[in-house]
């Protein structure tokens, strides 16, 4: 049986091809405690969501909406793996509560709970906003110099008055930074256009992973018990790359660690799947739905790592096309390989 690290999407990966996705959830009783839950609160139920005639941007992006959509399309294809191991589970970003649930230090409705909250906090307070920008080419080839210059670049207008910007997620070729709007039009004015489509505005994040989200933080753990957590039955890899073992966590310090450095400080993406690699050194990625836009991030971690010899776009791809190393599970094609 091949080893697997479960790697959870964050926010940005449930778009308009993503409709319908939860028809495939294998656990129907289960999907339909959510559905509660989201009624009690007066919140439209992500059945209803998902199975709309369209997509709408300004619905199915909003916090409250997207991060109860896929916590539930990931946890759904996590449940339906088979003939694999899991060694270790990590996330992206929003990812981190959904990889808590696989990784069963949150119960699945526990989970739920939590990034439902979460979600919906940081829809009603929306501080700041994040902006996508790569440091690597075309051709994913390490830039250590252009990433110091963008994170140098973020560091100036930060000290300039009324100017707030940082860096939020490092994600593999690509940096994620987040502020307020005087901060991120500063670096959309200073950075020439790349690539046709950077630098790019993400509709309806806030300053994820930034000292901005302390007021949301402090709600989030008003709101949410330390009781929720427990002992994961996996091993979980956090967003500095750290490991929290079965049987050996502290689930008030991984309850501080989710709701305190987790919301507020950057998020390390690339650290965690660089842990991923060398500490469990597993035969396959595998990454849940919805979605498959995390899958080059993955990749690009994986060649600064230096992971079995990758060192560009190229190689990965054809040791893709040889001996896959990398399942995304919102491929038909490769999901079949592992439910």
Request: hydrophobic share 45%; glycine share 10%.
């Amino acid at each position: 049986m091949k080893k697997a690290v479960l790697i959870c999407p964050g926010r940005g990966t449930y778009t308009k091809t993503e409709l319908g996705s939860l028809a495939r959830f294998p656990d129907r009783s289960l999907l339909d405690s959510f559905d509660a839950r989201r009624a009690a609160l007066g919140q439209e139920t992500l059945t209803a969501l998902d199975a709309a005639a369209s997509y709408s941007v300004a619905k199915h992006t909003r916090g409250d909406n997207a991060s109860a959509l896929i916590y539930a399309c990931t946890l759904g294809d996590a449940l339906s793996l088979q003939s694999v191991e899991i060694v270790a589970v990590t996330g992206n970003s929003m990812g981190w509560y959904s990889a808590l649930a696989c990784a069963g230090a949150l119960t699945a409705q526990n989970g739920f709970e939590v990034v439902n909250t979460m979600g919906t906090l940081m829809q009603e307070q929306l501080i700041g906003g994040q902006i996508l920008h790569p440091f690597m080419d075309e051709n994913w080839q390490p830039n250590p110099a252009r990433r110091a210059e963008l994170l140098a670049l973020a560091a100036e207008i930060s000290t300039k008055p009324g100017h707030v910007l940082a860096l939020s997620i490092d994600l593999g070729g690509m940096l994620v930074l987040a502020g307020n709007e005087a901060g991120l039009k500063a670096f959309e004015a200073a950075v020439p256009p790349e690539q046709g489509r950077f630098p790019m505005r993400l509709a309806n994040h806030a300053a994820f992973h930034t000292a901005l989200q302390a007021p949301v933080a402090a709600m989030g753990r008003a709101k949410l018990s330390a009781s929720l957590f427990q002992q994961p039955q996996k091993p979980l890899i956090d967003g500095r790359g750290a490991i929290w073992w079965p049987g050996a966590s502290d689930t008030a310090n991984l309850y501080g660690y989710t709701l305190g450095h987790q919301v507020t400080e950057a998020y390390d993406f690339t650290a965690a799947i660089r842990t991923a690699a060398r500490e469990f050194a597993p035969d396959l990625f595998i990454i849940p739905g919805p979605g498959t836009t995390l899958g080059g991030a993955v990749a690009q971690s994986l060649i600064l790592a230096h992971w079995q010899g990758l060192g560009s776009k190229q190689d990965f791809q054809t040791r893709q096309a040889a001996n896959p190393l990398l399942i995304s599970m919102g491929l038909p094609e490769q999901r079949a390989q592992v439910t």
